[in-house]
Every structure is written in C-alpha cells, then in structure tokens.
C-alpha cells in the first residue's frame, strides 16, 4: 500500500487546489493513496509531517511556507522515514544555498517575474507608449519572500527596457487580495494625477486586477492601462471572458498540471520502484492573453 | 482630650459637585461616632477618603495626633484603617474565605497556607454569627448574608479605625444586633468606630457622639448624643420638621388585585400563596436568607418558576417574562441595585426612562424632550441630587442612585401591582417620608403595593398587613391591629417555628 | 482661550483633535487633499465604515462579532452565483443580503438563546462561513456574468461613488437609530447592565438576535459593494476585517465593556484607520515600517483620546 | 448511575467528556493511537500550549492579549539572530526571553498604568513587533549557524521531546501558580471585581504589569522552541496564534468577563483544537471542509459543556 502525501502552504488558492487536483489524478493511475495537508507555517508543517509518519506514508512532496525551513523539514522527514521532494519553491539551508539533496521541480519566482515584465513591455511597445512617460505600479506584499522575488523580476525587465526607475511607484498591499491591491493603487494613480499612460504588477493575479479596479475607478480607459498577472486562474480568466476588454491585458500561466501530476508520479516510482527522481526539474511559465488564453490552457492540461 | 481621629478641613470636588467643603471634626478613643446626612451629603465621600481609595483635594486626616499621608489603601491598613464601603466589595467568584482573606493572605513566600486560609476564618465567622460555608462561593450567598462577609472582614484584624458604610441597610433586626455587639466588643478594646446610618433608632442607640453633614460641609456635631433628641437631628439633616416618619394614612382596599397560587422556583422549593388587594399595602418581613427576595423575583418572573400562577385582575401573567409581567401591569424595584439595578455608563435621564419610554415612544422613535420632562420630574419629586440629568449614575451616592430606580417605576403608567425589594435601602430620613407618602397615593388610587423589607420599624410603620417569610415559607400572617413586634420576630426566627418533615 | 479649551474637551473632542490632525496632513502630505484622493479615500474605508455601524451595536451590547470578514465574503459571492445563475441582479442582491441575515441570526440565536460565549461562536462561524465561502465556489473566484453589476459601484451620483453614498447613507441612519430610537437605547442598556435591561422589561434575548442579524444583513450589504467593487466575487476576500472593524469601532470609543457609543466616534475611528493607510502609501513608507507606523498611529489615537479625557477631568475640579 | 451522573456534571465534567471523546476518537480513527502521532500531537500544540498557560492569566484578570503570535515571532527571530551573532546559544535564548518580556512589559505599563484598552494596545503592539521581526530581517526567515540550537527541540528525554516537556513543566507550574499562590488569587480577584481588589489593597496595576510581562516571557520561551523546531526564525511565524490560544482557553472554561480559569479546563481546551487538527488530517478531509468541520468543533465543545453546566443546575435542584 503505498500512500503519499503532498504538503501546501496556501490550501484555499486556487493554484494549490489544482496541484493537488492532478496529484490526485496520477494516485488514480497508479493506484495509491495521496493525503492533501495544508500548511501555512513551519510549525504546521513539523505536526503536518509527524502527521504523515503516523499514518504511515513512505514519502511526501512539499510547497513550503518558507525556503529557510529546509534542514528542520529534512531532518523531521528523516526522524519519520519519508520520502521528501519539494515542488514550487526550493529549500535551501541556513546558509541560503539550495538543498541540492532534495529533488525540487519548480520555477524560480524571479523568472515568472521576468516573464510578466517581458510580457509587458511587448504591450507598451505595441501601444506606441513612450516608456519614459509610462507610470508602473509594483503591487508589493514584501513579507512574502517570493513576491519580492516576482516583482523584482518584472521590474529588472522594464528597467533594461527604458523604464525610468522613478516611474515605478510601490503600492503596499496589506493582505493579498483584491481588495486590498484595489486600494493600494488608488492612493498610487491619485497621487501621480499627471500620468496618462499606465502598467501594473504583482504577486499574482489578484494584485494585477486590484490595479485595473483601481484604474477604473479614477477613471482611466482600459486603452491606457497594461496589467499582466501571475497564475492565470479563474479570476484572471473571468476578466478575459469580460465583453469588453479591461487593461488586464494577460497573465502568466503556470502549470498545475506538471507540478502536481508528474511530481506525484515522480514519488510513486522512488517509494513503490526504489527509482529516484530527477534531483532538478524546471517548469516555464506561459502567457496567456484575451486571445489566445483558452488554447494555453488546453496545452498546459488545465481545463 | 484630644481626639484620637480628626478630620481637618476636609474638601473633595467632582465635576459639578463639591462633595466635601472644609469638614472638621473629631472623635475620641473607644468612642462610636455616627455620621449622618441627607443622600450625597458626602458621608461616603468622608469614608472614601478615609480609606486611602482617594485623596483629599485639601485638609488632612490625623489618627492619634499625625497626619496621615497614606496614598493607597494598602497605606490606609498599615496605618490601621479599615473600611466597609457603601456598596459590598466582594468578588463573587472567590471563596467567603479567600473574599475574607482578599488583600492580605497567609503565604510563605507567596504560596498559600491553605490551612490557616480555612482555620481562622470558620472561627471568624461563627464570631460574626453567620453560617455559611467557608469555601462556598460568594456568588451563592444572598444579599444579607454578604453583608455579614464583608462585616466578618473589616473585624478580622486589629484596626485602630473602623468605618462603616450603612452597614445594616440590608440586615434584619436579628443580624443587627449580633453587629451591635460586635461593635460594643471593638469599642472595649478602644478601637474608634465611624458608623454611617439613615437609621436613627441604630444611631442613639449605638453612637457616643455625632456628626451632621449637609451639602457636603458640617451641619452639626454633638460630642454627646445623650443631649440631643431625634427631631433635632432630623431637622439639622434635612433642614425642616419632620414629625411623622411614616405618616401611615389607612385606605379603603377593594377587589382582589393579585393572587398568587403555588410559587415556586429553586431556591424556593415549598410552594408559596398570597393575594393583595386593590389600595392595600402587603409588607413582607423575614431574616436574610429567609427566601422573600427570591419570592418576588419569581413573581416577577426574572427567574424561572418551578410552580405557580399569578393572576393579575383575574388574568393570569405569563410566567419567566419580565416584559411580560411589566405589560400586565406587575414591576419589581429590585433589591440589589448595583446588579439588577443601575445601568452603569448611562444617564440618571436614561436610567428613569428606560421602561417607561414604551408608552410614550410611537415607532420606536424616542422623544427627548418627553424624556427630559420625566427624569426632571422625578429628580423634583424624590429629590435626587445630581448635577444634571446627563450626569452617569454610576457617580451618583448610593442613595440617590436608589431614588433613581425608584423613579424608574414610579414614572411607569398603568400599573397595578408594585413590588418593592427593600424599597428605601439607603434612603435618608426625609426622602424617607416621601416616598411613603408617595405609596400611599399610589395605593389610594387603586395600586396594589407589596413591600419586602429587612427593617421591622418601617414595615410595621408603612403597611396594612404583614406576612412573615422563614426558612422559605410564609409562617405568620399580621394585620395591622395586631402588630406586635415581638410576635412578628419570634416568627421570623427558624427556631420558634414547627419544623416541618 | 477658555472656549478653545472647552472645544477641546468637551464631548466632541475627538472629533476637533481629528479634525486638527486631518488639517496638519492636509498641508503636510503632498497630494493628501485632492479630490482624487478624498474619494479613493472613502472607497477604500467603504467595507469598514459600512460594517462598524453594526459593530458599534454589537460591542455597545457588550457583544463581539469575529464573523462579519467572512460573512462579506460569503454573501460578495452568493451575490454573484445567484446574480449568474438566475439572471437577474435583484435577485442575486437579495438572496445575498438574506444569506448575510442568516449567518446573523444564527449567530444571534446560538448567543443570545443557547448562551455560548460570543468570541467562540462568532469564531466558529468566522471559520464555518468561510468554509461554505471556499466550498460554494471550489476555492475560486467567480466572475460577473452581466456587466451591469460593476455598474453598483461605479456608477457616480454628484460625482461621488455610489458605495461611499450608501456608506454616508448608513452612518445617518444608524446614528438615528442609536440616538433617537427605542432599539438604539435598549442597546445601550444592555451593554450597561444585561440584568438590569432585562429586569427594567427589555427583552435581552431578541434584542441581541436582532442586533447580530442587523449585523449580518450589513455584512450582506458589504459583500454586495466589495463584489462589485473588484468585479467578482472572491471567497478570499476581507479576511482580517473583524479587527479592523472592531478598532475602528473601539478607537471612535464605543466601550468594549458595552453601554457606550457614538456614530460620530466611529466614524472619526474608521476615517483614522483609513486616512493613515492613505498617508503612509502616499508618503512611500516602505511596507515593514508600515506595520510598525500603523500600530503607533493606533496608540496615538487613543493616547490622545485618554489624555483628553483626563484633562477634561482635571479641568473641572 | 447516581455515581456516574455525578461525574459526568462535577466539577470535572469537561475532562470527563473530553476523555469519552478521545477514547472514541481513538477506537474510530485509524492511526490515531499510536505512539508516533501522539507524540506528533503534542509537539504540534506546543506553542499553543505555553502560550494558553499566561494567556490563561491574562484573560482572568479581563485583559486580553492579541500581541503573542508578533511576541513568539520576533522573539525567535532574536534568538536566532542572537545566537548566530554571539556564536553563544545561550545568549541567544536570554535575549530572546529579554525581548518577549520587554514587549509584555510595555503592554502591561501601557495598558495598567495608562489606561489604555487591552484590545487597542496589545493590536499595536502586535503590529509594531511584527513590523520589527520583518524589519530586522528583511522579510526573510533566518538560519541558524549553530546546528546545536536544534537540539532543543530534538533532544528527546525518555522517548519524550525536550518541548512537550516545557509545555508540561509550565502546566504544572502555572497551574500551582493560579491555584496555590497569592498572585494567582489576586489575578482571579482582579478578574472577578477589579473594584473590590483595589480596595482590599491589592496592588492592581502592578499585578497587571505582571501578568502582561509574565505573558511576554512565555511567548519568549515558545519563540525559541519554534525557532528550534523550524531550525530557523521567521518573521512570519504564528500569526494568528493569538486567536487560537484564546479560543483554547475559553474553551476550558476561562470567562472573558474575569475572574474564572482552571488550568486543567485550559489543558484540555489546547488538546481538543490540536486534536480537531490532527484527526482531521488523519482521516484526510479536504481543505475546505476542515474550516466547517473546525468551526462545528469548535460550537460543539462549548455547546456541551453549556449543557453539562445547565444540567448540573437542574440535577440539583
Ligand atoms: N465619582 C464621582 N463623580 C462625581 N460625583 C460624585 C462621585 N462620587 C460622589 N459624587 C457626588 O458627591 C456627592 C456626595 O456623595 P456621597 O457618596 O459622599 O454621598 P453620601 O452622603 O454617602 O450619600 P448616600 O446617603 O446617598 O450614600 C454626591 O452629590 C455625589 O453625586
Ligand atoms: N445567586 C444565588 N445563588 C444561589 N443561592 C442564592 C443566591 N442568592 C440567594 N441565594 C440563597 O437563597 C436563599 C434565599 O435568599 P433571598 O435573597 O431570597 O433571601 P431574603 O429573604 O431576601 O434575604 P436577604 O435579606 O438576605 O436578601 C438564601 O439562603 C441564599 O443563600
Ligand atoms: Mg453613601
Ligand atoms: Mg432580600
């Protein structure tokens, strides 16, 4: 009997769901058990995997709240005799260098990040936009480590690409949703009046929307905003599906389906085959705009 | 002689009042000195200052020739000042024991002596003559009997001062006396003793000398009461003649107004029945703990009955509905203010409308001015003193925040039947006399009046009948031609009643 | 100099000193007084302001609601399923302020009948209405399927958002109802002293269910605005609100120990809550120091509030 | 039966239904009785745990604390920091402690001695102390240098960890605490009728000081085991903690309104929410659910010891 658990930090986003969505379809093929734990804290995480132990599974995957939980999480997995691999976030040890041990498919943030600031600039370019005068909103939430590292990521592509550095304002949202991102931004495009042509940013799709709600309500067209997001799921479909299109112009579609599928069929075969899986596996993230956002997601196996 | 506690031009403001202006006086060694005044004359302010709870806004206080300094109550004990506030300060949750110990428990090294916790106190509060269980909670204990606590706490220690806030105004004649001569006892051992009262029977016979305030300065002192007669004192307190305390006036009584079959609750377990007619006055009497409270919260139906209708005009009242009774025409002034009565952090206005708005509020949408009109009103009638009607209760004296609950269902409309628990508990002589005349108007006009009160005087003087309650049980039945104090008591008393199977 | 001390004592004291302190920023902080600014300003406090009015009722009962966070959510997105499902937004209006009510009275009726401690039930709501939030939707958001529902909160009248003229709306009419109703008194009164309402013939137990559904049907109204606001309905959204709501409430001094409560108070408290995130994101605090700003200007505010009082206290001896 | 009845309402009437419900947990659900979960169920209410014992005292004297979950945060992240800058564990851990009871102190002296609301100050505090964890660290969690500072949590003393072993050391003593020592009592009295305490002479701003700065050093304590535990100090650590603990100690019966705790009640309460966790887990319901399913818990268990409670009333009448 083999059983696996898969271990996330942030249970209720949809991204999470859809991993555990295609774990769940890869124990179906193979036909073992898959326990779903949510773990928003490393102190969940220690009872999350004495918690396996106890029910007898032989290995686990893991998101983890936080990279730097590396050596307790290894070391509890090692106490309880499971199997640990990490998707989505990699551990690293206290020195902050990778835990090359332990197998880890993912996709660093700061290159999703790159891929929104590409995706953005290609926008503006086609728009005619002078950059020099274009406004950018970062929406942050910098208590989070890899939020940082996404709209970091953005913001070293607009800057290679002529985007002033006084022009990227900070919009600190003080919870990540849409609300709060709504209003963050607002104080940003009251403050800066002046500024015809704008783009935002952020941790995922909440925060881009939040920016284009907060465009709308100052009353700025759809036509002068550019907002690229991070996940592409429903609430960034929604916005597509809108009749009239918004300045959400796209979002950078992640695959749920590798990191929850092909990370569970990894762990069958090391618990049920003894074959160890790849040490590094990296996935690449894909953006998906009004047009064409239903064939990405077909190609990615959402949907 | 110099005396051995002195008050020197004492004075302490709050906003809008001045509660105390420029009082000295004296009291001698082994001396009991009582303190009267008219409600928010500014006894309990004196008291308060005593204690070390407050500070002086000018004057000093001298026990045996020094000033005392102390800024804290705990500075108040070291010095020898122990005090029994106006409004019982126990912590209900905590044992009789622990609320005896409160502030001062045997411990070695901050561990508790549990033994000498329960030891000294089982003795203590035999001494003070109540029988309660040490390690009940106080939450369980009625009233009177809480009295009896915090009196059993102010006499566990050696104090060189005493003072004592109304202490009898919720106990019977047979627990009076016991503090009578508990008092008699400190006296011996030279402690001074400072005894507030409205009750002037206590006072000559109890106090050496004597202390009037009025307005919040000193209206009169008598360094011997034996010189002096009631009258006198009355008319220094109030400032006019009052001949008649209770200026009984007889009345026609008509139609069986309530009936009352079966009651019972939990606490009252044996079933209680009684009737009060149209313009009659029904006093029930009884020692603390003798169940009457408890019967007229039942009646009322803030708790829950086990047993029993009450029947209104020939209607019964739906049972455990406080509103329901109150439409029917039934309210209780309730005998524990501070708990059941004053809502604390609102107007004296608030307090007087709260049910009586109903009547005179279309939509629900209240009419200030209507409201104004009735606490004015009221404020008038009972005298209440307050800076204004926006003042909070809580900041009111004990006195006249009872007035002002008073006020509360003397201002309700349409009502036929009213109950009153221990209706002038802390009330002053001339308030006193009128709100006696006041319930005799009431009852003139058709009310059918109910009066629970612990002190015997003013139920024999104010009704036209009396029940007397023991062990939870109606014993005897009095009326008014064949009072006879000493047969009320022996009924009240458990011992010289049939015990029951 | 006598009158200006007694502006600034007197019962309207909290409102002067805010109204000095909005004056310093308004100079101080560029961009602060803009009409831009003011109105993103209001929106952004909508969901608190809307949500304290019933707040207010409830502490000033001496009751406490962690709920109404999730209960915005639950009904934001009961609004737009049923909007989506039954084509009509009146009916998707309606059924979420009747969702809202239930969570409500339910709460009401498990508090004020069953007489469960109201932190743990209200918590257990908070956790079961999100839970419902979550499930209803499969954790995700849903979009509005007929545009005319952004139209709630966009939709200008005097060149204000409608959601900040149904805010102002709310805050006159629950001012009424505490001041010059017989509810907003017997709210009062329990808070004071439960007992002693009951015993005066208010009747406790209805009334507290009354409160908490009001409390829930305003959650409704809430969650109706916010969905509109950000375009759909979000099971995620307001979470934390409870506190914030609670503050603003207990910074405007409604007493937590009950009895006491001023509209105009509460509404200084939300109007602090959102004037300080506006000032901070127009100042470029950086979002660490924020944390450490907020909880600071929160202090301030009832320091400022205390010192008043006592002063006030001090004045008139 | 008499005899049975009689247990099931006495005094201990919510230990005894708390064990009926282990003893059915553990027949019905697979895995849950063994060694290896059980010890992971301990160590997963450690901080929890620790916490509820101050929590418990500060909730007696009708104060209230949100600022714990920030306190056990920072407090672990100063250890860490400390110990790796020190190359001294044992510098580390003091100024952790240090730290905790600084943040509690200020609580205390702000709250007691200004009069400021529990609820206000302690939310301040909670921000300003989560603003200096991320502060210090960027935002970023923190290794430790010394691999020996995860032997405090690893070290295991017959078969038990070094964790649940404090977490039991502190029930037993604040247990002792609240039951057999003068402040104890004086908190219980505080709680009960702060007015009557004042006025017995007891010392009521400083006992509140106390208590505050005794809650402080404990979360200290828990910072440094979940610093250990999670071989590093992040500034994101135990949010919402503050809720959990207080819901556990209502649970065991703390009243909100003072004046009544029982450590026993309180132990219970942390194991039944980290028993909820645990089970729930184990029988691998699904995210969603577990909020209703926790938030039912949660109504369940104060439901039944109302009922307990009420019956017990009519029993004796
Ligand atoms: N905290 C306070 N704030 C404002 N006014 C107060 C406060 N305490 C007492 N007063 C006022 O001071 C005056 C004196 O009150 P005090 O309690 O000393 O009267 P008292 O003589 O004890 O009356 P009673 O016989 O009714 O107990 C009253 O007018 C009262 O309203
Ligand atoms: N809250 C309570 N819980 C339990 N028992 C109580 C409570 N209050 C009163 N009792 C008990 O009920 C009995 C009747 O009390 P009740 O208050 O009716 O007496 P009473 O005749 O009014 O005397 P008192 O002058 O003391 O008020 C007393 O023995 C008392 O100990
Ligand atoms: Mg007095
Ligand atoms: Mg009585």
Redo the contacts between chains.
């Keep these: 009997d083999v059983k696996i658990g898969f271990v996330v930090k942030q249970p209720e986003e949809p991204w999470f769901q859809d991993e555990w969505k295609f774990a769940e379809v890869a124990a179906k093929e193979k036909g073992f058990q898959l326990v779903k734990i949510g773990a928003e804290d490393g102190e969940k995480v220690q009872s999350a995997i004495d918690n396996l132990g106890a029910q007898g599974a032989q290995g686990f995957i893991i998101c983890t709240p936080d990279v730097k939980l590396g050596p307790g999480i290894v070391a509890k997995s090692a106490a309880n005799n499971l199997k640990v691999m990490t998707v989505d976030d990699r551990l690293v040890g206290a020195d902050g260098k990778p835990l090359e041990a332990v197998p880890h498919m993912g996709i660093s943030a700061t290159k999703i990040g790159e891929a929104v600031g590409q995706a953005i600039v290609d926008e503006v370019k086609k728009r005619g936009w002078d950059p020099k005068t274009v406004g950018a909103i970062r929406v942050s939430y910098d208590q989070l480590p890899t939020a940082v590292d996404r709209v970091e990521g953005a913001i070293s592509v607009l800057k290679a690409n002529g985007f002033p550095a006084a022009n990227i304002f900070d919009a600190p949202q003080a919870k990540t949703d849409t609300e709060a991102a709504l209003n963050a931004a607002t104080t940003v495009l009251n403050k800066h009046a002046e500024i015809k042509n704008w783009v935002a940013f952020g941790l995922n799709d909440e925060a881009a929307l939040g920016a284009v709600r907060a465009t709308e309500s100052v009353g700025i067209a759809p036509e002068n905003v550019v907002a690229v997001g991070i996940g592409g799921a429903e609430s960034a479909i929604n916005e597509f599906k809108k009749p009239k299109a918004t300045g959400f112009v796209g979002t950078v579609i992640i695959s749920p389906k590798r990191h929850g599928y092909e990370t569970a069929i990894n762990m069958y075969d090391w618990v049920a085959n003894g074959k160890q899986p790849e040490k590094l596996i990296l996935t690449a993230g894909q953006l998906a705009l009004r047009s064409n956002y239903a064939e990405v997601r077909k190609q990615l196996g959402i949907e | 002689m110099s005396d051995f506690l002195q008050f020197r031009a004492l004075s302490k403001?709050?906003?809008?009042v001045q509660a105390l202006a420029d009082v000295s006086f004296g009291v001698a060694r082994g001396a009991v000195h009582g303190l009267m005044g008219e409600n928010g004359a500014g006894k309990s302010t004196l008291i308060r200052l005593l204690?070390g709870?407050q500070r002086a806004?000018a004057g000093d206080i001298l026990i045996d020739g020094s000033v005392q300094t102390y800024a804290?109550?705990?500075d108040a004990?070291e010095a020898g000042v122990i005090?029994i506030?106006q409004e019982l300060?126990?912590?209900?949750?905590?044992t009789v024991a622990?609320n005896l110990w409160?502030?001062?428990?045997p411990?070695r090294a901050?561990?508790?002596d549990?033994k000498r916790l329960l030891s000294e106190v089982g003795a203590r509060l035999r001494d003070v003559g109540i029988d309660v269980n040490p390690s009940a909670k106080v939450a369980s204990l009625s009233i009177g009997e809480r009295q009896m606590v915090e009196i059993a706490k102010a006499v566990m220690l050696d104090a060189r001062v005493i003072a004592l806030d109304e202490p009898t105004s919720s106990l019977s004649s047979k627990e009076s006396e016991i503090l009578f001569s508990l008092i008699a006892r400190l006296k011996a051992r030279g402690t001074v003793i400072l005894y507030v009262s409205h009750r002037l029977d206590e006072v000559f016979r109890l106090c050496d000398s004597l202390t009037v305030l009025r307005d919040g300065k000193l209206a009169a002192h008598h360094p011997d009461l034996s010189r002096i007669t009631r009258d006198q004192v009355i008319s220094e307190m109030v400032g006019r003649e009052i001949t008649n305390i209770w200026g009984y006036r007889a009345r026609l009584h008509g139609e069986v107004r309530l009936k009352v079959e079966n009651l019972s609750g939990?606490r009252l377990?044996r079933p209680i029945d009684f009737e009060v007619r149209a313009g009659e006055i029904l006093g029930f009497f009884g020692l603390i703990g003798a169940g009457r409270s408890e019967m007229t919260r039942l009646l009322?139906g803030?708790d829950s009955r086990?047993t029993g209708r009450v029947v209104i005009d020939g209607r019964a009242v739906a049972p455990d509905s406080?509103?329901a009774?109150?439409?029917a025409g039934l309210v209780?002034c309730?005998e524990d203010r501070k708990?059941?009565?004053?809502?604390?952090?609102?107007s004296v206005e608030?307090n007087i409308?709260?049910?009586a708005?109903?009547l005179f509020?279309p939509f629900?949408?209240?009419q200030?001015r209507k409201e104004a009109e009735l606490a004015d009103r009221f404020i008038g009638q009972l005298r209440i003193r307050t800076p204004s009607r926006q003042q909070d209760i809580v900041h009111l004296s004990g006195g006249n925040q009872q007035k002002v609950i008073l006020g509360?269902w003397l201002a309700e409309a349409g009502v036929r039947v009213l109950v009153i628990d221990e209706p002038t508990r802390g009330i002053d002589v001339g308030a006193k006399s009128e709100i006696y005349a006041l319930l005799y108007d009431l009852a003139a006009a058709g009310m059918a009046i109910v009066v629970i009160s612990s002190e015997l005087p003013e139920v024999m003087g104010i009704t036209d009948r009396i029940q007397v309650m023991c062990g939870g049980q109606i014993t005897r039945q009095f009326e008014r031609a064949a009072y006879d104090e000493r047969e009320i008591l022996s009924a009240a008393f458990p011992d010289t009643r049939q015990s029951l199977p | 100099m006598q009158s200006l001390k007694k502006i600034l004592l007197g019962e309207q004291g909290l409102v002067v000193i805010f109204a000095l302190a909005f004056v310093l920023v308004s100079i101080t902080v560029p961009n602060f007084l803009t009409e831009r600014n003011m109105l993103g300003l209001l929106q952004s406090v909508v969901t608190i302001g809307i949500v304290s009015c019933t707040m207010m009722f409830c502490l000033a009962s001496r009751d406490f609601d962690l709920s109404v966070g999730s209960t915005v959510a639950f009904s934001g997105m009961v609004a737009v399923m049923a909007s989506n499902s039954t084509g009509s937004i009146l009916l998707g209006l309606l059924a979420a302020i009747t969702c809202g009510a239930i969570v409500g009275v339910i709460n009401g009726v498990v508090i004020a009948r069953f007489r469960i401690n109201a932190l743990i039930t209200t918590l257990a709501t908070m956790q079961i209405v999100r839970g419902f939030a979550l499930i209803s939707s499969d954790g995700r958001a849903v979009g509005i399927n007929d545009p005319a529902f952004y139209d709630l909160a966009l939709t200008r009248i005097l060149g204000v958002p409608a959601p900040v003229w149904v805010m102002g709306l709310f805050f006159v009419l629950f001012g009424f109802v505490l001041n010059r109703t017989v509810f907003g008194k017997n709210t009062l009164a329990i808070g004071g002293n439960p007992e002693a309402a009951r015993l005066a013939g208010v009747n406790v137990v209805t009334m507290r269910i009354w409160i908490f559904a009001l409390q829930g049907l305003v959650c409704g109204v809430a969650g109706i605005l916010l969905a509109s606001r950000i375009t759909s309905g979000q099971p995620n959204a307001a979470t934390g609100l409870e506190l914030s709501v609670i503050s603003a409430c207990v910074l405007g001094g409604v007493s937590l120990a009950g009895g006491r409560a001023a509209m105009t108070g509460v509404i200084v408290g939300v109007l602090i809550m959102g004037i300080a995130e506006n000032v901070m994101n127009l100042l470029n605090i950086q979002a660490f120091y924020q944390y450490v700003v907020r909880g600071m200007i929160l202090l301030l505010a009832v320091l400022l509030d205390n010192l008043r009082v006592s002063a006030a206290t001090m004045s008139r001896r």
């Design positions: 403001g709050y906003p809008g204690s709870d806004d804290s109550v705990r004990f005090v506030h300060q126990l912590v209900p949750e905590l622990e409160l502030g001062r428990f411990a901050g561990v508790l549990r939990d377990p009322f803030a086990r406080p509103p009774s109150i439409r209780l309730p708990h059941d009565g004053i809502i604390q952090s609102r608030e409308a709260i049910s708005r109903r509020s629900g949408l209240v200030p509360r």
